[in-house]
């Protein structure tokens, strides 16, 4: 029986081309392309099968790009999340949020300069002219100086804030005020301070978790398209060995060594195999458009793959995480894992709160006690300290009886604490398990993947044996067909395990909180 005939071809040299990304579109991206152009660059650029290509047919013959491909790796994608996606830049913002909000809290603590001036005059009688400056200076622990400078003069004036006209009417107080009760441990301000920083670790949590979720959801519609891309490459390849069976089939007919059945059977795989490639590129073009949801460019303009863009072949090694990293994982995630974080700090700061909330049912008792003329006198002369003369002194007192408020503020706080902590149990077991749960997949993907190569390569060995055989005139094309169907199918599951195994991989890491997926 006549051998299949060899078609020409270009010699094609098999190197890998790797190029960086361009942020601004010039070569893995562009602006408005459609990736149907990549569709026929590849359909053009694929290289003819030959006689002896029919003999293999290799998978990591497909797995080559053209020299006419750049490769879009995923290190490419994850530098363009990170510099212009908006959902980075949003979680970026928070560390700017948080700043802020210590700010705010300890604006409590900012120095308050203050003064007041009232004047009566009624029927040239100067009832009274009050003038009142003062400077408050809050400090962390609860004594807060103050000076003011007064000048009271009237002839109605209340006798309490009468000056002596010999001091022209001016007057200098220093002085403090201590709480002895309640506010001595913690007090409000105090309190805002604390709940502040914790927030802090709150919204760092979440800048995590934002930045995870985006990532993991990219990397998977990379794996997409990386599985669409090389599942269109191997179905055109096998478009190009239906039909060489065709053409050969027919030939053999026109000389009378095959039936006209022969001849349509061998049609019907070819329409077949460009039914299955005609559903690959509409998957290629979908797993294509999906991803560059994920490409940004400058001032928040959006990016499409360019048409000459395809993913770099992943490497044959699986890496795959031992029994010991994944006591790691489990133990970094109890630690570092975002939603951990999160309800851990939640309940530092109901801690504070539930410290504050104790604080309020002591009694309020407030010292005041203030120099007059000194350290400092009116005319800003130093003069030396006299505590039992020339002073003012007050302590005020207040507690209610019942502390119904104050007890159950307390008790809703410690509610609170527990529903935190029961949430925090609830999710750490979650987290653990979707650790485990996640390890398990990625070890038996990978183990099944060991076990297709295993399976691809006999498929490969079968169909070559067949095609021997039909040299020789002992096969025939129902065998052929038959095998080289299995092949496909093995080829392409193998692909599909890959793409599997790198979700299941990313997915492992997503799981345990590893910040920024270890990018």
């Known amino acids: 029986m006549e051998t299949v005939k060899r078609l020409p071809s270009k010699p094609v040299r098999r190197t890998r081309k790797k190029t960086g990304h361009n942020r601004k579109g010039g070569k893995v991206m562009t602006k408005g392309l459609t990736i149907l152009v990549l569709v026929s660059t590849l359909l053009f650029h694929s290289k003819p099968i030959q006689s002896q290509d029919l003999d293999a047919f290799p998978l990591n013959d497909v797995l080559e790009l053209p020299d006419t491909v750049k490769v879009f790796s995923i290190e490419d994608l994850y530098g363009i999340i990170f510099a212009y996606h908006p959902v980075v830049k949003q979680a970026n913002l928070l560390e700017e949020t948080a700043r802020q909000e210590i700010r705010l809290a300890k604006g409590a603590f900012d120095p308050k300069l203050e003064a007041s001036w ?157 039914i299955e490639a005609q559903e690959a590129t509409i998957n290629f073009i979908r797993s294509g458009l999906i991803l560059s949801n994920h490409l940004w460019g400058e001032n928040e303009a959006p990016l499409e793959l360019s048409p000459n863009a395809g993913p770099v072949p992943a490497d044959s090694i699986l890496v795959i995480p031992n029994q010991q990293d994944l006591e790691t994982l489990l133990e970094l995630a109890k630690v570092n894992h975002p939603d951990l974080m999160k309800l851990s700090t939640k309940i530092e700061q109901l801690a504070v709160k539930n410290q504050l909330n104790r604080e309020n049912l002591k009694p309020q008792i407030d010292l005041n006690y203030n120099l007059i003329d000194q350290p400092f006198s009116r005319e800003g002369a130093s003069s030396e300290l006299t505590f039992n003369d020339n002073y003012k002194f007050g302590v005020s007192f207040g507690f209610p009886l019942l502390l119904r408020k104050e007890r159950a503020k307390l008790q809703k706080t410690n509610i609170n604490i527990l529903e935190t902590q029961y949430e925090l149990s609830l999710r750490q077991k979650q987290i653990l398990t979707e650790i485990r749960a996640s390890y398990v997949q990625l070890t038996n993907t990978s183990t099944i993947i060991r076990q297709q190569r295993l399976a691809t390569d006999n498929y490969q060995r079968l169909l070559q044996a067949e095609l021997f055989n039909l040299q020789n005139g002992e096969s025939d094309l129902f065998r052929i067909n038959f095998q080289q169907d299995k092949l496909l199918q093995a ?25 920024n997926l270890n990018n």
Do not use: C, H
């Not at 080829?491 to 910040?515: C, F, M």
């Open 118 to 274: 009232d004047v009566k005059n009624f029927k040239d009688d100067e009832y009274y002219n009050i003038l009142n400056t003062s400077l408050k200076v809050p400090v962390w622990f609860p004594i807060d100086p103050k000076i003011s400078v007064d000048r009271n003069r009237g002839v109605y004036l209340n006798p309490e804030s009468s000056i002596p006209n010999s001091n022209n009417n001016l007057q200098v107080t220093t002085g403090i005020s201590i709480p002895l009760g309640k506010g001595l441990i913690i007090d409000n301000r105090r309190a805002t301070v604390k709940q502040a920083m914790l927030f802090t670790d709150i919204l760092e949590a979440e800048q995590i978790k934002m930045i995870n979720k985006i990532l993991l959801q990219a990397s998977k519609d990379y794996w997409n398209w990386y599985f669409d891309f090389y599942n269109f490459l191997l179905l055109q390849r096998s478009i190009n060995i239906a039909q060489q069976i065709f053409d050969r089939v027919k030939l053999n007919y026109q000389f009378g060594e095959a039936a006209v059945v022969d001849t349509v059977q061998a049609q019907i795989t070819l329409q077949n195999r460009r």
């Open 491 to 515: 080829q392409s599951k193998l692909l599909k395990l890959r793409t599997q195994y790198e979700k299941a991989r990313i997915t492992l890491l997503w799981a345990a909180g590893v910040r």
